[in-house]
């Protein structure tokens, strides 16, 4: 089992950033994998980010250049950082891991971009 708590949302003028947090409830590197998602109203869950307990990272493509994913092990969160922020990026993100089985989420944070 693994707890997920999201923070970091919130509303931004396009152009502006925000930084996202992931904290998990055990060892990161334990976790196969760890992403961020986002969901639009009307949309389909989207990958943003992941990355893995290698430390491979990987990008959806409407974020590539703009959003960075990192992590500190020592305190078992991961970071979405999003620079650039377009009125498209609006969504609710949600953090997630999977760790062979199981995947799991946390709650999700309101992203809002204005124009």
């Known amino acids: 089992q693994v707890q997920l708590v999201e923070s970091g949302g919130g509303l931004v003028q396009a152009g502006g950033s925000l930084r996202l947090s992931c904290a998990a409830s055990?060892?990161?590197?334990?976790?196969?994998?760890m992403g961020w998602y986002r969901q639009a109203p009307g949309n389909q869950r989207e990958l943003v980010a992941r990355i893995t307990s290698g430390g491979t990272t990987g990008y959806g493509d409407s974020v590539k250049g703009r959003f960075t994913i990192s992590r500190d092990i020592a305190e078992n969160t991961v970071f979405l950082q999003m620079n650039s922020l377009k009125p498209e990026d609006t969504a609710v993100y949600y953090c997630?891991?999977?760790?062979?089985?199981?995947?799991?989420w946390g709650q999700g944070t309101q992203v809002t971009v204005s124009s």
């Open positions: 997630n891991a999977y760790r062979s089985p199981y995947g799991y």
């Open positions: 055990l060892n990161i590197l334990s976790i196969n994998q």
